[in-house]
């Protein structure tokens, strides 16, 4: 069956850390990759999506995540991680078939900044 | 500013009583579609809407209705809501749906079905 895994639920770091969350899909084909950010109260927002072309892709508010075909990985990664940051983190993907109407979402990852 | 509105935020209700959550966008998007969130279960799709008089089930249509008689409207309907209905909302629209299209997300509706 096709999927989308987040196997971190919950990840605690330390502002100014490096902080990396994973991704796996399982799928025939590579699917269109996502990475969302919820905020506390607030609904999603998009940090970065991938397509085809380089597989290290640049996202808004400091965030990339690199595309690994071999291990149909689309880890998200911050090199220092600010208190703001704190949320909860979806990777989504889209069947290349369709559109962008049939998001499949993972359950998320939660992070916690510590001071 | 452009956005997706949703309304109520929260609402609390009982078994059996029919309610809506409305959903608009003020950016002309053609693109619509319903989210609900579970604690473990991330984001599944209920419905879509491609277009005005256009819509689709999602992952997890039962118990929902939709309806697209306007472009900036899509309302949620439950007819008959159930306590398994409890869950946290969220509507979503984008310009097309072509793979460089984003969905913007409303900020939520949070459900508690008595």
């Known amino acids: 069956a096709q999927s989308v895994t987040q196997p971190d639920i919950h990840i605690t770091v330390s502002e100014g850390a490096s902080l990396e969350l994973r991704c796996n899909y399982s799928?025939?084909?590579?699917?269109?990759l996502f990475w969302y950010v919820q905020s506390p109260g607030q609904g999603l927002q998009l940090l970065l999506k991938?397509?085809?072309?380089?597989?290290l892709v640049q996202g808004i508010k400091g965030f990339e995540a690199e595309f690994k075909r071999s291990q149909s990985s689309f880890n998200l990664r911050k090199p220092s991680v600010h208190w703001s940051d704190a949320a909860e983190y979806f990777c989504?993907?889209?069947?290349?078939?369709?559109?962008?109407?049939?998001?499949?979402f993972g359950t998320g990852t939660r992070l916690t900044i510590i001071p | 500013e452009a956005q997706v509105t949703q309304n109520p935020r929260y609402l609390i209700t009982v078994t059996g009583k029919k309610l809506t959550v409305t959903c608009s966008q003020n950016?002309?998007?053609?693109?619509m579609s319903w989210y609900r969130q579970d604690p473990g279960l991330g984001l599944r799709q209920i419905y879509y809407?491609?277009?005005?008089?256009?819509?689709d089930k999602g992952d997890v249509p039962e118990g929902y209705k939709v309806s697209r008689k306007e472009k900036r409207n899509f309302p949620l309907i439950l007819e008959s809501p159930s306590p398994n209905q409890t869950s946290l909302y969220f509507c979503?629209?984008?310009?097309?749906?072509?793979?460089?299209?984003?969905?913007?997300f409303g900020p939520g509706t949070r459900l508690t079905v008595l």
């Open positions: 989504a993907v889209d069947p290349p078939r369709f559109g962008n109407e049939k998001l499949t």
């Open positions: 991938y397509f085809s072309g380089d597989t």
């Open positions: 950016m002309n998007h053609e693109y």
């Open positions: 809407s491609m277009n005005v008089e256009v819509t």
């Open positions: 799928y025939g084909a590579t699917p269109y």
């Open positions: 979503a629209s984008s310009k097309g749906t072509g793979y460089t299209d984003t969905q913007y």
